[in-house]
């Protein structure tokens, strides 16, 4: 294999993905815009146990635990034009990625991730140019051997169980460039390597057995236990690994068959002694960077108080790592800010994205149409089958899922809705694991999900193909999901 295709891995933004998801980003955007003047503006009256924060103030986004936000079921009413609500003009459509940046209630998250990725795009292209990237492949492929496809089904495993026990998803996006080398020295596809991170992440993220953002905010909303369930999520876990892991083992096979060059392990590995010590030297560093930074987010998201504060923990541990390593590896702080910069800039349309998502969810909430949605399918769920119901609630999650990705926000807004007035025949633990299910299988297949946005235009993957590659097996999770709750009404779980 040659040494131009072993370096044939950039960390960089395609413009056709960017191009496409931008289109489908603002189709979305103005569809949301003309929907706060067809729904009614509506909202609930919202309390926490902080006496001095009793209102009507609209569901702003927080994970603090403590305010234990509640909704007033009876309290329900459609606002007066003017009153208080803000269906805004077309003009302001195209402002509102801005207005979300400055003026939102995600204001503060938007601007982390952003800085996150910044800094990822900055660190990637000092580990490529220096030559550690390939070093820590190499190193890999000499482990593997022959052993990659059970390769596969460890690094589901691993993924699975970071993303369902301490929640992390976007964070993982740090291990693509290792899958996007690794997958190219075996002839497997930019695809394959982004669906590593995407699919297991995702599946890992929604089986949820102790996330803090989605079953552990979801159970303090509803006043229940994280524990409540966990035996059977635990068995859903290990079905959708299995599914999950014969997904991706589909995928590189696929790849090698319309490989036209085939691989040889043995003469990617094979370097002399100095250069196998060297290989060893890079790998060591990279591993270090990566274990010091997914350690500061497993450690900030198991403290509730710095929990909200983990991407800016790991971004500080990635430019501290970045700096020694690429000093090292480099040889000089000119050459390693030179780096930095190219990869801060291969990302830059990240900005864009993020932006423009985020602001799709400022219209809905300046509109005042979540509790009105919300509203409305309460009534409907009332003295009908437990069966027709649970289908219902996890269509009515996926319609907030598109306006509201994140998984925390939802929790605090939908839950305690659902759970002051439990629907007959389904029980607490029943809709909080619908919840699980609708929030989490949809971030990596709406488009208005910042994280597989992010992901496709790294991997230089266009929407259509993500979609187009991966539609059969979102449709096989959502059978399996929706048989789980079947079975799980049906056991009064």
């Given at each position: 294999?040659?040494?131009?295709?072993?370096?044939?891995?950039?960390?960089?933004?395609?413009?056709?993905?960017?191009?496409?998801?931008?289109?489908?980003?603002?189709?979305?955007?103005?569809?949301?815009?003309?929907?706060?003047?067809?729904?009614?503006?509506?909202?609930?009256?919202?309390?926490?146990?902080?006496?001095?924060?009793?209102?009507?103030?609209?569901?702003?986004?927080?994970?603090?635990?403590?305010?234990?936000?509640?909704?007033?079921?009876?309290?329900?009413?459609?606002?007066?034009?003017?009153?208080?609500?803000t269906r805004l003009p077309f003009y302001r459509w195209l402002t509102a990625p801005f207005e979300a940046l400055f003026l939102g209630s995600n204001s503060s998250n938007m601007i982390m991730i952003i800085?996150?990725?910044?800094?990822?795009?900055?660190?990637?292209?000092?580990?490529?140019?220096?030559?550690?990237?390939?070093?820590?492949?190499?190193?890999?492929?000499?482990?593997?051997?022959?052993?990659?496809?059970?390769?596969?089904?460890?690094?589901?495993?691993?993924?699975?169980?970071?993303?369902?026990?301490?929640?992390?998803?976007?964070?993982?996006?740090?291990?693509?460039?290792?899958?996007?080398?690794?997958?190219?020295?075996?002839?497997?596809?930019?695809?394959?390597?982004?669906?590593?991170?995407?699919?297991?992440?995702?599946?890992?993220?929604?089986?949820?057995?102790?996330?803090?953002?989605?079953?552990?905010?979801?159970?303090?909303?509803?006043?229940?236990?994280?524990?409540?369930?966990?035996?059977?999520?635990?068995?859903?876990?290990?079905?959708?690994?299995?599914?999950?892991?014969?997904?991706?083992?589909?995928?590189?096979?696929?790849?090698?068959?319309?490989?036209?060059?085939?691989?040889?392990?043995?003469?990617?590995?094979?370097?002399?002694?100095?250069?196998?010590?060297?290989?060893?030297?890079?790998?060591?560093?990279?591993?270090?960077?990566?274990?010091?930074?997914?350690?500061?987010?497993?450690?900030?998201?198991?403290?509730?108080?710095?929990?909200?504060?983990?991407?800016?923990?790991?971004?500080?541990?990635?430019?501290?790592?970045?700096?020694?390593?690429?000093?090292?590896?480099?040889?000089?702080?000119?050459?390693?800010?030179?780096?930095?910069?190219?990869?801060?800039?291969?990302?830059?349309?990240?900005?864009?994205?993020?932006?423009?998502?985020?602001?799709?969810?400022?219209?809905?909430?300046?509109?005042?149409?979540?509790?009105?949605?919300?509203?409305?399918?309460?009534?409907?769920?009332?003295?009908?089958?437990?069966?027709?119901?649970?289908?219902?609630?996890?269509?009515?999650?996926?319609?907030?899922?598109?306006?509201?990705?994140?998984?925390?926000?939802?929790?605090?807004?939908?839950?305690?809705?659902?759970?002051?007035?439990?629907?007959?025949?389904?029980?607490?633990?029943?809709?909080?694991?619908?919840?699980?299910?609708?929030?989490?299988?949809?971030?990596?297949?709406?488009?208005?999900?910042?994280?597989?946005?992010?992901?496709?235009?790294?991997?230089?993957?266009?929407?259509?193909?993500?979609?187009?590659?991966?539609?059969?097996?979102?449709?096989?999770?959502?059978?399996?999901?929706?048989?789980?709750?079947?079975?799980?009404?049906?056991?009064?779980?």
């Amino acid at each position: 294999m040659s040494k131009e295709k072993e370096m044939d891995v950039k960390v960089k933004f395609g413009l056709k993905s960017f191009i496409t998801v931008v289109i489908i980003l603002f189709v979305v955007l103005l569809t949301v815009g003309v929907l706060t003047f067809v729904i009614p503006a509506g909202r609930y009256t919202i309390y926490t146990t902080d006496a001095s924060k009793i209102g009507e103030a609209f569901f702003e986004y927080t994970t603090d635990a403590s305010l234990n936000k509640q909704i007033v079921l009876d309290s329900f009413r459609q606002l007066a034009s003017g009153e208080n609500t803000t269906r805004l003009p077309f003009y302001r459509w195209l402002t509102a990625p801005f207005e979300a940046l400055f003026l939102g209630s995600n204001s503060s998250n938007m601007i982390m991730i952003i800085a996150l990725l910044l800094v990822l795009g900055g660190t990637f292209k000092v580990l490529e140019e220096s030559g550690g990237l390939v070093s820590l492949v190499r190193i890999i492929m000499l482990k593997l051997q022959s052993k990659r496809f059970v390769a596969i089904w460890v690094i589901t495993a691993v993924i699975m169980i970071l993303s369902a026990v301490f929640g992390l998803q976007e964070q993982l996006l740090i291990l693509y460039p290792v899958f996007a080398m690794l997958c190219t020295a075996l002839n497997w596809s930019r695809f394959t390597a982004i669906s590593f991170v995407l699919v297991a992440s995702g599946v890992g993220f929604t089986t949820a057995i102790t996330n803090p953002l989605t079953i552990g905010t979801a159970s303090i909303a509803a006043n229940v236990s994280v524990t409540d369930g966990m035996w059977y999520r635990c068995i859903i876990f290990v079905v959708m690994y299995v599914v999950t892991s014969l997904f991706l083992t589909f995928l590189a096979k696929r790849d090698e068959k319309k490989a036209t060059e085939k691989f040889d392990v043995k003469s990617f590995v094979t370097v002399s002694e100095q250069e196998h010590a060297d290989d060893l030297r890079k790998a060591k560093m990279i591993i270090a960077l990566f274990s010091i930074a997914l350690l500061s987010v497993i450690i900030t998201t198991s403290i509730a108080s710095l929990r909200s504060l983990a991407m800016v923990f790991m971004a500080v541990a990635f430019i501290v790592g970045t700096v020694i390593i690429g000093r090292i590896l480099l040889g000089s702080y000119k050459q390693l800010g030179k780096s930095f910069v190219l990869g801060v800039k291969d990302v830059l349309p990240s900005v864009v994205i993020i932006m423009t998502a985020f602001g799709i969810t400022y219209i809905a909430q300046q509109g005042n149409i979540l509790h009105t949605i919300f509203y409305y399918f309460y009534n409907s769920v009332n003295n009908i089958s437990p069966y027709f119901a649970v289908v219902l609630l996890y269509a009515f999650v996926l319609i907030i899922e598109f306006f509201i990705p994140s998984a925390s926000a939802k929790a605090v807004l939908i839950i305690p809705m659902l759970t002051l007035a439990p629907i007959e025949g389904i029980s607490i633990t029943v809709i909080i694991l619908t919840y699980l299910f609708a929030d989490g299988y949809t971030n990596v297949l709406y488009p208005t999900c910042g994280t597989l946005l992010v992901g496709l235009g790294l991997a230089d993957v266009s929407f259509a193909e993500w979609f187009k590659k991966t539609i059969l097996f979102q449709l096989l999770l959502l059978v399996l999901s929706l048989g789980f709750l079947m079975l799980a009404v049906f056991i009064g779980l």
